[in-house]
């Protein structure tokens, strides 16, 4: 929307109000589609923000977590476990995982830093982890009607958008997992026609993820991102499934 309002001519004040409106109104009437929704990574900055957000709005919300549930994304058998659980159908599943630092390694700046501990540890936490959530989450969706699979991605996984390099374990891991979720859209489209399978960014949230790494990038609490990406799915049809948007509903290049 705001690229669209720039090319119309529109100032900056007032792409920002009339982007601001348009949030609003699109998150009054979230749980008009997720009256029913499971949150993944519900004990985080962001998933814990977005199950008060839902529940403040009158959705029934599920939630899993390592904390609170044992939940380990990276082991199928516990992931099995947890979703076999659930019960119904959810017109929302969030996955609200990931990890910028997994087992002490911290984001490389450069090539030379690269292991293959650090990469494999980046892919079971921001991929493979997602990606068999995804495996077992999907057969909740309803066959029919408005439904939405989505999961926090990062600006970062982007190649197109790529233009300092570094951090290459996490990029590669979040370019992945967005190569899953385009794929994975494109399956679920056969059977769930009205259905929305999407990768978000969040921007640049302030949670202990974050907190290291944000240095001069603008930061946003948890719960206006909990806003903002509600409102960017709100704002989604099936035709928008497999694709890979912002917080502020612009679509990131792959």
């Known amino acids: 929307m705001r690229s669209t309002l720039r090319k119309e001519g529109c100032d900056e004040k007032t792409v920002f109000s009339i982007v601001a409106v ?23 900055g962001i998933g814990s923000a977005i199950t008060a957000k839902l529940q403040d709005n009158g959705s029934e919300v599920t939630t899993l977590s390592r904390s609170a549930d044992g939940l380990d994304v990276t082991d199928e058998a516990s992931v099995k476990a947890a979703l076999g659980k659930a019960t119904g159908e959810y017109q929302l599943i969030f996955v609200a995982t ?29 991929c493979i982890g997602p990606s068999l959530v995804m495996k077992h989450a999907l057969p909740l969706l309803p066959r029919k009607g408005p439904s939405c699979f ?9 190649i197109g958008d790529n233009k300092i390099g570094g951090w290459y374990s996490y990029r590669t891991a979040k370019a992945a997992l ?23 960014h969040p921007g640049t949230v302030a949670t202990d993820f974050t907190a290291k790494y944000a240095g001069r990038h603008k930061t946003v609490e948890p719960e206006e991102a909990a806003h903002n990406l509600l409102a960017v799915l709100e704002g989604l049809g099936p035709d928008d499934s497999g694709k890979f948007y912002d917080w502020q509903g612009e679509q990131v290049a792959w």
């Open 22 to 44: 348009e949030a609003a109104r699109r998150a009054s009437t979230i749980t008009d589609m997720a009256h029913r929704t499971l949150i993944i990574g519900a004990s985080g």
């Open 98 to 126: 990931g990890a910028l630092v997994v087992g002490g390694a911290e984001p490389e700046k450069a090539l030379k830093e690269v292991t293959a501990q650090s990469m494999s540890g980046q892919f079971a936490v921001n």
């Open 150 to 158: 989505a999961a926090l991605s990062a600006r970062v996984g982007s």
């Open 178 to 200: 967005n190569q899953m979720i385009h794929s994975a859209a494109i399956e679920l489209k056969r059977t769930h026609r009205e259905a929305v399978c999407v990768a978000l």
